[in-house]
């Protein structure tokens, strides 16, 4: 389908690091069924490292594959490097999503950061708060 | 690898007839059957030719068929048409359903702008249909128009349009039915209707894109929408388009003749399509299983979403459609899910499979089959299905 870039299908149709983490040391989850997607992210940290990540997703093939290359583009990265990923980086990995689906990139970097978080707060880990943006809503798809 | 185009409710492959049908008038006879000389002349015959099979078909007399460009345009004439006759006379309500096309449902919020109340029907959960009582009982002396689909495009209930229209005639309130998913695919009277305006597109039935009929019961007059030429007796401006015209009436008068053999084969696999589909848990029919049409076939499946069932078909060889926001392109799911009780949670995970008479039912083996696969695939890396597992979450359906 021309809808999508051929990265985006690869991605979707071969998902990388698809599953669960049992003994997660941080699990984040963001969206709604409702709206329609929900990225979930399990990860592994040593050392400042997040050492293994796997993901979950509840979506179109876009947020599928946003999520997979999200993964991929993270894991073995320093938890400081992986704190700056922004959706565009996605998107550019990805070569491109259509307009109307942005949002899905934007649901990967909130999902990262929501993982991250939960990591420092199982840890005791102190942070600033403002590098975690409140959680995602709706209408922000629309953005 | 096989490829199954399950997808006839979006549009359909021209059949031959209506393409041999059209190319007379591409190069022979492509005259303006508004001219005099003899190339414009014989475009006019074959305009009166094509009119009175459309016509036909229907059983309405050709000057009750106007030409338009596709269903939303005949849609639109209608109800702007009744509206403004309403008006005239004081009536500025407009019955009709929560399920209606965009074309009927835009139109009438327009009319809203305009000072129009308009009531629309809810629906019986689960099936979409809606009963003359309910009609009935929405009707007030200001009442101008009821507005009722014959068949739903996504969920293809056929609604009961003949009873509503007998209970407007007596009240002397206009009808109008959508029947661009109805004509071609179950049997379409006028006269046994009873109804006043009823909307047609070539491309629902093996015919061309870009063109549709409106029919208009005689007496009526018809409001133009496009002003210009006397085309269509001065109610569709515009050099008509013959060729898609004759394509479509021809296209038209092949699915009626061979419409009983077509609705038995076709409903045979749509009905092994729904036992089959009935086998993956935690999925709903959505539509009615009586009042159906013969090629319509439509699921939700709860834990997953629709776009990317769609994607992994296609892969497959599979053409389908969806009714999740993902593939409109808008935040809510299909307002026909949500308007027959549909969650939004399940409503994204639907699944549309509008099959003609092409598709076998060794091809709906394989639709299930496959649709199987992906189902569970999709489900085994989805945390809402986990949650469901886990019991963290309650199943919607059972």
Redesign the interface.
């Known amino acids: 389908m021309a809808l999508y870039s051929a990265k985006v299908m690869d991605h979707f149709r071969n998902p990388r690091n698809v599953g669960v983490i049992e003994d997660a040391d941080g699990v984040g989850e963001v969206g709604n069924a409702k709206c329609g997607d929900i990225m979930k992210f399990y990860i592994k940290v040593d050392d400042d490292v997040v050492t293994d990540i796997k993901f979950e997703t509840f979506g179109c093939g876009s947020a599928i594959a946003s999520a997979s290359m999200a993964t991929e583009l993270i894991k073995g990265q320093p938890v400081e490097k992986v704190l700056e990923l922004t959706n565009k980086a996605v998107v550019e990995a990805l070569d491109g999503l259509p307009p109307h689906k942005i949002h899905c990139s934007v649901l990967a970097e909130e999902v990262i950061k929501a993982a991250l978080k939960d990591y420092y707060d199982r840890h005791g880990i102190a942070y600033d708060p403002a590098l975690f943006p409140d959680d995602h809503d709706c209408e922000s798809c629309e953005l | 690898m096989r490829y199954i185009y399950a997808d006839n409710g979006a549009t359909t492959r021209m059949s031959d007839t209506a393409v041999q049908a059209m190319l007379p008038f591409l190069q022979g006879t492509y005259g303006n059957p508004s001219s005099l000389h003899s190339v414009g002349q014989a475009a006019a015959e074959a305009l009166v030719k094509a009119r009175e099979t459309v016509a036909r078909c229907l059983h309405a007399d050709p000057k009750e068929i106007t030409f338009t460009s596709g269903g939303s345009e005949a849609d639109n004439q209608a109800i702007l048409t009744a509206a403004a006759l309403g008006k005239k006379k004081g009536k500025t309500h407009v019955i009709s359903t929560a399920i209606e096309h965009h074309a009927v449902l835009h139109t009438l919020k327009k009319l809203e702008k305009e000072g129009f109340t308009v009531t629309l029907l809810p629906v019986e959960p689960g099936t979409g249909l809606v009963t003359p009582e309910q009609v009935a009982a929405a009707i007030t002396d200001a009442t101008c128009l009821v507005s009722v689909m014959l068949a739903n495009n996504e969920i293809g209930t056929i609604e009961p349009v003949k009873e509503i229209a007998a209970l407007c005639r007596e009240k002397k309130i206009l009808t109008h039915t959508d029947a661009v998913q109805a004509v071609g695919h179950i049997p379409v009277d006028v006269k046994d209707l009873g109804v006043d305006f009823l909307a047609l597109s070539g491309h629902k039935f093996h015919g061309p894109k870009g063109v549709g009929a409106l029919y208009t019961r005689r007496g009526i007059l018809l409001q133009s929408l496009i002003e210009g030429g006397a085309q269509e007796r001065g109610k569709r401006a515009g050099t008509e388009n013959l060729p898609a015209i004759a394509g479509m009436a021809a296209a038209l008068e092949e699915s009626v003749k061979n419409l009983d053999a077509n609705m038995a084969a076709t409903a045979k696999v749509r009905d092994r399509l729904i036992a089959g589909l009935e086998g993956i848990e935690h999925g709903v029919l959505n539509g009615a299983r009586e009042n159906r049409l013969p090629g319509n076939v439509n699921f939700c499946f709860e834990?997953?979403?629709?776009?990317?069932i769609l994607?992994?078909l296609?892969?497959r060889g599979i053409a389908a459609s969806s009714g999740?926001?993902?593939?409109s392109?808008s935040?809510d799911?299909s307002h026909v899910l949500l308007a027959i009780g549909r969650p939004?949670?399940i409503a994204?995970g639907s699944v549309r499979l509008s099959i003609d008479e092409t598709v076998t039912e060794d091809d709906a083996d394989y639709i299930v089959e496959q649709l199987s696969e992906v189902v569970s695939y999709l489900r085994?890396?989805?945390?809402?299905?986990?949650d469901l597992v886990n019991g963290k979450s309650p199943f919607i359906t059972k």
Request: with cysteine.
């Open positions: 834990g997953i979403e629709g776009e990317s994607l992994l296609d892969d999740s926001a993902c593939t392109g935040l799911p939004h949670e994204h085994g890396m989805s945390p809402v299905w986990r």
